[in-house]
């Protein structure tokens, strides 16, 4: 991009001049900002360009044509501007659009309603939730041994069920939906910890599969590793039998740079914990953490 | 003097010909766009005798005339101008210039004519030498070089033809290479210059020619070193500001060399001293409003554009040497902010490149001129400098650099910003692919959002916080490290929660709770 401020040919002078006494009211320089860390660094800068600059070469061209007795001042002839696009944020996703409202629906299709655990993106925040607590949220695993704890997946249904199977009959019966909705997936049982990881391995990556292809998951959530996932799910069922599992090592070894390198998780400040998913509608992807942090 | 308007006439011509001149034209862009990425820019002209239409550049008879001719000439004895007229025409032919050069005594016998008592036979043969200077080989300059005394010597004359031919030879012979530029700047082409156009002032197509000269020769690599100080310290930098309004019966012409020497000048050196001392930046600027608003408002003279682009890079290079206490004497005051932001609105889709130059120059006007900020606000500018931010390819950057000058300035100005519908432009523009657009619209959102609890609370509402929590998620470090920052110690703090419903009220509640407990 032409204005970044290590090109030779360009010099900005700033700072440096005075300002219309107006010192009050306005913005110091970065270096005097009142609050600490403060990454903001704008301040007006006056451009000098040089003639060889980058910005100037269709006017020298035009020049040139003029006079070499080429010009032509129609309108016809010169290119017409062309429109930002807009990019998704999402480090790894690459998805560009033309229009706001494309890059609205991309995102809220995609990356709005994910689960912090998994990475699975659901289509509304009721689903997610419904999702979080069945899949990943061990106090309802143990309640739903003794309770009607499924819930019924219609808005203002309200009927609980005990198992996800007679939750799957219920929606198909009462309320008509295909048997292979692709929102009521069910969690793969888990064995026990010394069956073999291959197996689990499998699962996981046939359940990330299934995702992928039913719920329409974004590349980058595909290309999650099955190690991450395999830790993560691991991560729940040592949730469930010790206290306060200290999560951020199981964080640390499962972001070996070798495992990902198109790593979803953002690098955060220091101060965020790394369990905490702080996006993905923060509010709502918190959700995630509600059973382990007992 | 060029005749734009015969341009146009050509252009007018039948279906043939219009699609042959726009492919040949086409290339030639190609290629001048790859010369100037080389740097090796450089154009050269041909003045043609009245009797010459443009672009009928017949085949002319081959080398064996050149050389017939150039025999005749050397035992022509009184009938020298007879040969020396086909001579010229023969000269037209790249390869006859090229064998003429290498015959013996060739030069010498052409210095000869050049300098001789024959009026008539002067002006052939420096016609002839016009036509050698027109070469693409830059032997065939190197060859001329026994002429350029003479040549110059001749720019103090008064005879108008001769005097222009001679500096369009001169000014076709000097980037060539460096040792015509050194033997022309040894042999005082700069102070004959000045000399030349201070006695043909009268005469625009002489004018017009020495402002060429003077472009092709503040070309060359080291023109900062070796020509540029002592431009500046010859009588030139007057004379060139003297020259650049346009007459409106001659026409642009000589305007715009002058003004395209301006901006050699300014834009290769760093030194304007000289140049605001003689009131460049005021005599500029009131040339740019008169002329940019004609363009503006959509009537041009066909190519007033090539005017008014020399005169906004210099306004553009002047304003960053300006000191800004001086800016407001120095300039045609508020008008020029006005102007700048109709013409950039008027360009984009015609011009879009000159709008992008329109766009840097209202960034140096604002970048320390409370002033001019202030006039952008109050004479409503703002909505239209807002509906650029959707154009790409440096004009949206450029244009939200404007509006950030002015957001720095002070306060108040934020709150008028985010009134005129800045903010709700920042949450379409943080979205865009171009980083640099997003880096910048997190400035400008910080400025707004301390400047003001409202400002904030509307951002909220806007649904601002679901493009901030994206963008935590960017691949650019100092693009999430702003964003965060904004989300942490500006907005997600219990005030803004109130505006969240119950439900999520909740929600966040227990999220910041354990997010604080976690970060202790």
């Known amino acids: ?294 | 003097m060029w005749r734009l308007n015969k341009v146009r006439h050509k252009a007018g011509g039948h279906a043939n010909n219009l699609e042959e001149l726009r492919t040949k034209r086409r290339e030639k862009e190609r290629a001048l766009r790859q010369a100037r990425r080389d740097r090796q820019l450089v154009s050269k002209r041909l003045l043609l005798n009245e009797d010459e239409e443009q672009d009928t550049m017949e085949v002319t008879p081959g080398e064996q005339d050149v050389v017939t001719l150039f025999q005749n000439l050397q035992h022509g004895g009184t009938e020298k101008e007879a040969f020396l007229r086909p001579l010229s025409k023969a000269l037209r032919n790249p390869s006859a210039q090229l064998t003429f050069i290498k015959l013996e005594n060739s030069m010498h016998l052409l210095v000869g004519l050049l300098t001789g008592s024959d009026a008539r036979c002067r002006l052939q043969a420096v016609r002839c030498l016009h036509e050698l200077s027109h070469s693409t080989h830059t032997s065939v300059a190197s060859a001329c070089l026994p002429a350029t005394p003479y040549l110059l010597t001749y720019l103090s004359g008064q005879s108008t033809k001769f005097t222009e031919l001679c500096l369009y030879t001169l000014g076709n012979i000097c980037p060539d290479s460096e040792r015509v530029k050194e033997r022309l700047l040894a042999q005082g082409i700069i102070p004959a210059l000045a000399g030349c156009m201070q006695n043909h002032r009268h005469n625009l197509a002489v004018v017009e020619a020495a402002g060429f000269a003077l472009f092709q020769l503040l070309q060359s690599k080291d023109a900062v070193q070796k020509v540029i100080p002592t431009v500046l310290a010859s009588s030139l930098p007057s004379q060139l500001l003297s020259v650049l309004t346009p007459d409106p019966d001659f026409g642009l012409a000589p305007a715009i060399e002058c003004a395209w020497c301006l901006h050699s000048l300014t834009s290769s050196s760093e030194d304007h001293r000289e140049l605001l001392a003689r009131g460049a930046l005021r005599q500029c600027s009131s040339l740019l409003v008169s002329l940019g608003g004609a363009v503006a408002d959509g009537n041009t003279d066909q190519g007033v554009e090539l005017l008014v682009c020399p005169l906004l890079r210099c306004v553009g290079n002047l304003l960053s040497s300006c000191p800004a206490d001086a800016l407001h004497s120095q300039l045609a005051g508020v008008d020029l902010v006005v102007l700048l932001c109709e013409l950039v609105v008027a360009l984009i889709h015609t011009l879009p490149a000159l709008a992008r130059e329109t766009a840097w120059v209202l960034n140096n006007l604002t970048a320390h001129s409370t002033e001019s900020c202030s006039a952008l606000l109050t004479l409503n500018l703002v909505p239209r400098l807002l509906e650029l931010l959707p154009f790409s390819q440096g004009i949206n950057t450029m244009v939200l650099r404007v509006l950030a000058n002015v957001a720095h300035k002070k306060k108040e100005f934020c709150i008028q910003l985010a009134e005129l519908g800045l903010l709700s432009a920042l949450t379409a523009t943080l979205k865009m692919a171009d980083q640099d657009m997003v880096t910048l619209s997190l400035e400008v959102l910080f400025m707004l959002i301390v400047s003001s609890p409202q400002i904030a609370e509307q951002f909220v509402s806007q649904g601002g916080l679901s493009v901030l929590e994206a963008i935590q998620y960017n691949s650019d470090g100092e693009v999430r490290r702003r964003a965060t920052y904004l989300l942490e110690q500006h907005i997600l703090s219990e005030k803004y929660i109130s505006m969240l419903g119950e439900y999520e009220q909740d929600r966040f509640n227990k999220f910041w709770l354990s997010f604080r407990y976690s970060a202790t």
Not at chain 1, 13 to 40: I, K, L, V
Not at chain 1, 79 to 97: D, Q, T
Not at chain 1, 251 to 266: F, G, I, V, W, Y
Request: glycine letters at 6%; a negative charge; proline letters at 4%.
């Open chain 1, 1 to 294: 991009m032409m204005l970044q401020p290590d090109l030779v040919q360009l010099m900005a002078m700033g700072g440096s001049q005075t300002h219309n006494g107006d010192e009050e009211e306005g913005f110091r320089g970065a270096a005097e900002q009142q609050e600490e860390g403060n990454p903001f660094t704008f301040n007006p800068q006056l451009l000098r360009l040089h003639r060889d600059h980058e910005l100037f070469e269709d006017g020298d061209v035009f020049r040139h044509m003029y006079l070499q007795d080429l010009f032509i001042s129609e309108a016809e002839e010169q290119p017409a501007p062309s429109i930002s696009e807009f990019g998704c944020h999402i480090s790894g996703c690459r998805a560009v659009f033309s229009s706001l409202d494309e890059y609205e629906h991309h995102y809220n299709s995609l990356h709005r309603h994910v689960c912090c655990s998994c990475r699975r993106s659901l289509p509304s925040a009721r689903l997610l939730d419904i999702h979080i607590q069945e899949w990943h949220d061990s106090l309802f695993t143990i309640l739903a041994q003794k309770q009607d704890m499924y819930l019924c997946l219609v808005e203002g249904c309200g009927q609980k069920f005990r198992t996800s199977q007679q939750r799957k009959d219920h929606l198909i019966r009462l309320h008509k939906y295909p048997p292979d909705y692709r929102f009521d997936k069910n969690r793969k049982e888990k064995g026990t910890r010394e069956a073999s990881r291959e197996q689990r391995t499998d699962s996981a990556m046939e359940a990330a599969d299934d995702v992928c292809r039913s719920e329409g998951v974004c590349e980058v959530i595909c290309s999650v590793e099955s190690n991450q996932l395999e830790q993560e799910e691991s991560m729940e069922t040592h949730a469930s039998s010790e206290e306060a599992a200290p999560f951020e090592d199981f964080s640390a070894s499962a972001q070996t740079p070798e495992t990902n390198t198109e790593r979803l998780k953002p690098k955060y400040s220091y101060r965020v914990p790394k369990t905490v998913c702080f996006g993905h509608g923060s509010v709502r992807g918190f959700r995630g953490q509600r059973g382990r942090r007992k």
